[in-house]
């Protein structure tokens, strides 16, 4: 027993394709989408602490490098079938929760295997780190949303993705660094030239409007 096999699990995510079984100009793997996640919530977390709030810096990078540690056990599912029921989203997370479990018992020493509870757990919380890791999720799959729409995609299921990943940002609209996003960063995005900018910019108000 040792760690050879958390390590070697990191090249497992390098595989794991986002958004899998639909046509995109740009692959994004779950490796890539955790990094991304972590450099977002850096710049989050900075906003947070600007605005006078206290971050748990430690729990705010393990929270979001390890996200989506556990999708090397059952793949990144598509989001329709993932979220298709309230049954088979519970049933889905208790397989991902008791493999993740038989894997810590089976491959991380007895000494550390608390601290991988707490850092492969959920991480997306009423805290203000597991709201953040909530946000830029989020926000990385608007943008990954954003590059296929931007490009040309046909599939529709990429203005669905974004629409949902804004109203979830949007949820947590009280929040600094969501303020911030809001009125500094998606006006940049939608101000991109590309041809369905007037389409997306009126999708955009329509789903601000809506919160």
Not at 60 to 69: Q, R, W
Not at 118 to 142: C, H, M, N, W, Y
Request: aromatic share 10%; net charge negative.
């Amino acid at each position: 027993m040792g760690m050879h096999q958390y390590i070697q699990g990191l090249g497992n995510l390098e595989t794991l394709r986002r958004a899998p079984g639909f046509f995109k100009y740009a692959e994004h793997s779950v490796a890539a989408h955790s990094f991304k996640v972590a450099e977002i919530a850096q710049m989050l977390g900075d906003i947070e602490e600007h605005a006078g709030n206290q971050v748990n810096w430690q729990m705010l990078y393990e929270k979001a490098l390890n996200h989506d540690y556990t999708e090397r056990f059952i793949g990144d599912i598509k989001t329709p079938v993932k979220y298709a029921t309230p049954a088979l989203r519970e049933m889905l997370a208790d397989v991902e929760e008791s493999m993740t479990e038989n894997f810590i018992q089976n491959e991380i020493p007895a000494e550390y295997q608390d601290i991988y509870r707490r850092r492969l757990g959920e991480g997306k919380d009423e805290t203000l780190e597991g709201q953040i890791l909530s946000i830029s999720d989020k926000v990385d799959l608007l943008y990954e949303s954003f590059g296929e729409i931007e490009k040309g995609n046909p599939e529709r299921v990429f203005v669905n993705i974004y629409t949902e990943s804004l109203s979830v940002i949007m949820s947590f609209e009280a929040r600094p660094s969501v303020q911030y996003f809001l009125k500094e960063i998606l006006p940049d995005m939608l101000n991109e030239e590309f041809a369905d900018r007037d389409m997306l910019k009126k999708l955009t108000r329509s789903v601000m409007a809506k919160k």
